[in-house]
């Protein structure tokens, strides 16, 4: 986002996290994997700013053998 953007000031608002998270199929606590990334926004952005929606899915495969895949959309 700063990459983006340039300055992590000008976002007004995190408005929607998804989460997905690679699992197997008993796996069925994904939001709780989502909280570290709900926790760090709120850190770096407070609690106002950092609120947000979110969604956590499990999947099968995430591309590159990567743990969890994190879509965010921030008002700016």
Partial sequence: MHAAVGDLNKVKR???VMS???STGDFTEQHLVTNGCSE???EVFGATVGAHARSAFGVA????????EIELIAEI
């Fill in 14 to 16: 995190i408005v929607k």
């Fill in 61 to 68: 495969q995430i591309p590159m053998g990567a743990c969890v």
């Fill in 40 to 42: 760090l926004l709120g």
């Fill in 20 to 22: 997905l998270v690679n």
